[in-house]
């Protein structure tokens, strides 16, 4: 490995995250055009974690520092999750060293802090955010996994970059097992990051709301980092989809253009798929809680068809 | 991945197909409403016409294109629009079904596709036709419509399930052969339409007679 | 030639009838084209007796002495329901359960039945065979719900649901016997024509044979009222007319049966081991049991007679299960026995529930005060049925029983406690309805005594002397059942 290559490593860990806001800016604005609202300006998610960062910090007196640790853990463990994904290059150094069920480990490390610091003050709404996000990943959860597994029998292998790779040196095929995972995906992908059938990203309303319940104790530059992380998530998932579904023009050269070439055709597809995400939230309605056990059921069931399918059909 | 070779593009479209018929098997297992079943029932239709066509092709079949044909007059044109008159003059267009647990049924389902695929294997590999591997699906479609029929409670939604069974055996006719003689896939045309009609004065019949679809006002005649 | 002239009266009978059938002459009608049919089969049976076998349009439709003695039965009960059902049907316009309108669509489906079973009995080809039972189905189950009674609802409802799923697995076993056959026979018409099947059935994939046999096995045993797929059968025999349930116990269930024993010719050939042989017994053991156990709680007369019908159908099928030339031949003579007397019980029972107005058994009384000829026909009928000794059955029953003694000890005694079972049942709940007092009533049109007797007379001299000629015609069949 050389030093250009850890360059590259920490070139890509600063471009995502200082693209996540930037992405959720994206998504903000289709969702106003869809709406027929003004729509903010795309700096705004910037502004607003700016703001937040200067702001100070209010607890609660019954808080422990289980609260004031978890926004840096959180922020730390979607930074990590970052750098692991191939977004732009698939041989970086860190690539090689986790596969796609740590992956999942570090993304729930995260959820579980997120929502034990929720319970730690004792408010009805934190708990009940907790409670309903553990009803949600609980069922998400084993659905991603068997998303994974079914790419992973594909490409004999789970680690990530062979996954990419893998596909990248058949070229064109149509696997019926993939469409049906790359489905799932998406539903997983909706409920994870609180998208609309499952949660509502922008209400406050007490009845349906789930992330925003688990947050609303948080102040100062520990909500900025959550809202950081939270939208470091979507991208994680973003490039995550397009790593294992859409892993053209990823690169593995270390020349500039091939790099430059990769890096302009993964913000073309973020650019897409963050306009489709909101075309997507705006067309569907919200499900009440009590759905969402079909809702991720569905999920969970295409999931497993696929990978059923992959077995019977050899592809 | 080291002997990769990979399959033409018409039969790789033939298990897109074929996933996607199974696909719509398990949604119409789920639907609750009729009038969705009906528009899937069609799809499915749709789909099975679709994979006949795309089998056809591969394989230089041309009866398989007449099959293709009586497949989307029959199951895509004909007997979703008797359905949909059947269920537009009986008033149960909206009709939910809300006794169905999703969630259990759908587990068995994935059951009943582990199974079938299970049973399908050891013999697609006799199969010297190339459109071997849909027969599992086929099968696994089948035995879901039949668990569709079974969980129902109401009587179109079990039409609709023995209607889609039929589709399931289509698609094993059309996969794990060329196709039956044309003989027998014209009477089992025949016998599903007529069937149809029969299914229909049915209904108006049943609803006479307990003023409801319901299958639950007909289970008086039981062994004590 | 004879086989397209035999199928062609029925289907201008159907026709004909579902055009005119309320018309006042239509019964007669009615039974003017079964004889006609009769007519015709007599004409082929003789054909086949004096050449072996006849084949016609490309062999899609072959005669053989297996299938022509059962379109011979098929045509005679076919006939005499016919003349049955002619006073019959006048009872019931008379009553005012019957419409005209209704009248019509019976006869007319009537024929259309006779028809279907034709086909189905007639055909080689395997792939049309199905096509023929589904339309028998198809057929029978507007007949089933003609009274239009919540129960006969029901019971047509269930029946057309469960025998629709029946024979979409028989459809399924169908295309996987084509798939095994194509490959020996190559693709096309010919690969489903059991004639060319049964000459290569050697070279057949074992592995896809049996798991063809299975399906079918389960479809067609739907329709011959196997258990545990026998739900449909006493429903449908107890809420149809009566006529419809002489036909279904003495000609469908034999129909269906038969469609399973053509396959299992073919996968005994493919598998050189008695994995058909013992799916059957076991199905056939089971339904006996099955309905013995159920025949002794039954109050409707015509439930109580079609759980005999499983009961006969289970004996059958382990006869044929068990393989061989002398449990072939009691099996054969098993299913005619049991078609002409179960008819015969059902002649007299539909007059006997006509004259009580009803089909409950504790209300019908002293039949033999009322009208001694319907009560001798029910007694005897029903001894006849349970097998006592100068009836055929018991010759049949006899035949069976021996022969299992010899290849599969373990099912006699079951077989022999589920028969004597099944005779206290009957008999216990057939001999109040005949002795006691009475209380009937007469009916307009006086009923049709002849089919009954006509039937019994045929068993009892069949139980006492079997013609030689029919004997050797009975065991060529078996022969062919290998």
């Known amino acids: 490995m050389t030093p250009v290559n850890w360059l590259l490593q920490g070139g890509q860990e600063i471009l995502g995250i200082l693209l996540a806001p930037l992405l959720m800016g994206w998504v903000g604005i289709w969702r106003a055009w869809l709406q027929n609202r003004r729509a903010p300006s795309l700096m705004q998610p910037y502004r607003q974690l700016f703001k937040l960062f200067h702001k100070e910090v209010v607890l609660a007196e019954t808080a422990s520092p289980l609260l004031r640790v978890t926004p840096y853990l959180l922020f730390g463990c979607m930074g990590l999750t970052a750098s692991l994904i191939p977004m732009v290059i698939t041989d970086l150094p860190l690539a090689g060293a986790v596969d796609v069920i740590a992956l999942v480990g570090l993304l729930s490390l995260a959820r579980v802090f997120l929502a034990l610091a929720a319970m730690d003050v004792g408010t009805a709404f934190g708990s009940l955010g907790a409670r309903r996000e553990m009803l949600v990943s609980f069922l998400a959860e084993p659905a991603l996994l068997m998303v994974f597994f079914t790419i992973a029998s594909l490409n004999a292998s789970t680690s990530l970059r062979f996954m990419v790779t893998g596909f990248a040196a058949r070229g064109f095929y149509l696997y019926p097992s993939l469409a049906f995972a790359g489905v799932a995906f998406l539903m997983v992908l909706l409920a994870e990051n609180g998208r609309i059938p499952v949660d509502n990203p922008e209400t406050h309303l007490e009845l349906t709301m789930i992330h925003e319940a688990m947050i609303l104790e948080y102040s100062g530059r520990h909500l900025a980092l959550i809202e950081w992380a939270s939208a470091l998530k979507l991208l994680i998932y973003f490039s995550l989809g397009f790593a294992l579904f859409l892993p053209f023009g990823l690169t593995d050269s270390q020349q500039g253009w091939g790099i430059l070439g990769a890096l302009i055709l993964f913000l073309l597809k973020l650019t897409v798929m963050g306009a489709g995400l909101a075309v997507l939230e705006t067309v569907s309605a919200k499900q009440r809680l009590f759905r969402v056990p079909e809702y991720l059921g569905t999920a969970f069931l295409l999931a497993v068809l696929a990978i059923l399918l992959h077995y019977l059909l050899g592809s | ?224 | 030639m004879e086989i397209l002239v035999l199928l062609s009266f029925p289907l201008l009978g159907g026709l004909w009838l579902g055009v005119t059938g309320q018309r006042a002459r239509a019964p007669q009608a009615n039974l003017l084209f079964s004889l006609a049919t009769l007519g015709a089969a007599a004409f082929l049976a003789m054909r086949v007796l004096r050449e072996g076998r006849v084949s016609a349009w490309d062999e899609q439709f072959v005669v053989d002495p297996f299938n022509v003695f059962l379109v011979g039965l098929t045509a005679f009960v076919g006939t005499t329901t016919a003349w049955f059902s002619r006073p019959y049907v006048r009872n019931e316009v008379q009553h005012g359960r019957l419409s005209e309108n209704r009248l019509r669509l019976y006869h007319g489906m009537y024929q259309a039945f006779l028809f279907t079973l034709l086909v189905a009995l007639t055909t080689n080809n395997l792939g049309l065979l199905w096509v023929a039972m589904e339309a028998a189905t198809l057929t029978t189950v507007l007949l089933v719900s003609l009274y239009r009674t919540p129960a006969s609802l029901e019971a047509a409802w269930k029946y057309f649901i469960l025998c629709g799923v029946g024979i979409a697995q028989a459809l399924f076993g169908t295309l996987l016997l084509y798939f095994a056959a194509e490959k020996v026979l190559g693709e096309g018409g010919n690969a489903l024509l059991w004639t060319h099947l049964a000459q290569v059935k050697g070279q057949l994939e074992p592995t896809i044979v049996s798991l063809a046999f299975v399906f079918l096995l389960v479809g067609y045993g739907t329709k011959v009222g196997l258990a545990p797929l026998h739900n449909w059968l006493p429903d449908a025999h107890a809420e149809g007319p009566t006529p419809i349930s002489a036909v279904l116990s003495g000609l469908l269930l034999n129909v269906a049966l038969y469609a399973i024993l053509r396959t299992k010719v073919l996968v005994d050939g493919a598998l050189h081991q008695p994995f058909a042989g013992h799916l059957m017994m076991g199905f056939g053991v089971f339904s006996v049991v099955v309905a013995t156990l159920f025949l002794m709680r039954q109050k409707d007369i015509k439930r109580l007679f079609a759980y005999s019908s499983i009961e006969h159908m289970g004996l059958m099928t382990f006869a044929f299960g068990m393989g061989g030339a002398v449990a072939n031949f009691a099996g054969l003579l098993h299913m005619t026995m049991h078609s002409l007397t179960k008819s015969a019980i059902f002649f007299a029972v539909g007059h006997a529930s006509q004259k009580s107005g009803t089909q409950l058994m504790e209300q019908i009384r002293g039949l033999i005060r009322t009208s001694p000829t319907i009560g001798w026909g029910l007694l005897l009928g029903a001894l006849a049925i349970l097998g006592m000794p100068p009836f055929g059955v018991f010759a049949s029953e006899f035949l069976i029983l021996t022969t299992a003694m010899h290849e599969q000890p373990w099912a006699t005694p079951i077989l022999l406690g589920a028969l004597g079972v099944a005779f206290a049942a009957i008999l216990g709940k057939v001999q109040p309805m005949v002795f006691g007092p009475a209380t009937g009533q007469r009916l307009p049109h006086p009923p049709a005594i002849l089919p009954v007797f006509l039937h019994l007379t045929l068993v009892l001299i069949l139980g006492l002397y079997l013609p030689p000629a029919l004997a050797i015609w009975y065991r060529q069949a078996a022969a062919l059942l290998g």
């Open chain 2, 1 to 224: 991945m080291s002997h990769w070779n990979p399959a033409p593009f018409a039969q790789q479209l033939l298990d897109l197909f074929a996933s996607l018929l199974l696909l719509i098997a398990f949604a119409m297992l789920s639907q609750r409403r009729i009038l969705t079943l009906i528009h899937l029932f069609a799809w499915q239709g749709l789909i099975l016409t679709l994979s006949i066509v795309d089998s056809a092709w591969l394989t230089h079949q041309p009866h398989l294109y007449y099959s293709a044909g009586l497949t989307l007059l029959t199951k895509v044109l004909i007997l979703p629009l008797l359905l949909h008159r059947l269920i537009r003059r009986l008033d149960v267009v909206w009709d939910v079904e809300t006794l169905i647990n999703i969630p259990t049924t759908m587990l068995v389902g994935i059951g009943l596709v582990i199974f079938s695929f299970n049973l399908a294997l050891p013999i697609s590999h006799f199969s010297s036709t190339i459109l071997r591997n849909t027969l599992g699906i086929a099968l696994a479609s089948v035995l879901l419509s039949f668990m569709m029929m079974i969980t129902r409670r109401k009587a179109v939604p079990q039409v609709i399930g023995f209607l889609a069974l039929e589709n399931g055996l289509f698609l094993a006719a059309t996969s794990a052969t060329y196709g039956m003689p044309m003989v027998v896939e014209l009477g089992v045309a025949l016998d599903v339409l007529v069937g149809m009609f029969i299914f229909g004065i049915f209904f108006f019949q049943i609803r006479e007679t307990f003023d409801s679809l319901d299958i639950r006002h007909m289970e008086k005649l039981k062994e004590e």
